[in-house]
Nanobody, 125 residues
Framework: QMQLVESGGGLVQPGGSLNLSCTGS????????VGWFRQPGLKGREFVAG?????????GYADSVKGRSTISRDNAKNTVSLQINGLKSDDTAVYYC?????????????????WGQGTQVTVSS
């Protein structure tokens, strides 16, 4: 069974950093484009960052996190990580990773093959 498991969420103070991990089980993430999305409260899901498949993948970021976040792969660990610095209350959300069997996974959320269960990130003092 193919699964994605997110980890690294929790309570973080404003201005702090977090490092979320997405680990594949039964799926080789290096063969997939991977995206991170988030859903704040009752709002809709929004794209955060994405990385294409392969070594040294192309990356892309939402304007809301551009310049303060990094998405990266560790193929040996079958993991895609998302680091966000300078956290704000607006970053509070459930964060999901998703994988799509294509080079660039896209920022719409459509067409993804596998979704994780999500991890809660709360930014508060």
């Amino acid at each position: 069974q193919m699964q994605l498991v997110e980890s690294g969420g929790g309570l973080v103070q404003p201005g702090g950093s977090l490092n979320l991990s997405c680990t594949g089980s039964g799926v080789t993430l290096s063969n997939y484009g991977v995206g991170w999305f988030r859903q704040p409260g009752l709002k809709g899901r929004e794209f955060v960052a994405g990385i294409s498949w392969g070594i040294g993948g192309t990356t892309g970021y939402a304007d809301s996190v551009k310049g303060r976040s990094t998405i990266s792969r560790d193929n040996a660990k079958n993991t895609v990580s998302l680091q966000i610095n300078g956290l704000k209350s607006d970053d509070t959300a459930v964060y999901y990773c998703a994988a799509r069997r294509t080079h660039w996974p896209g920022d719409s959320g459509r067409g993804y093959d596998i979704w994780g269960q999500g991890t809660q990130v709360t930014v508060s003092s």
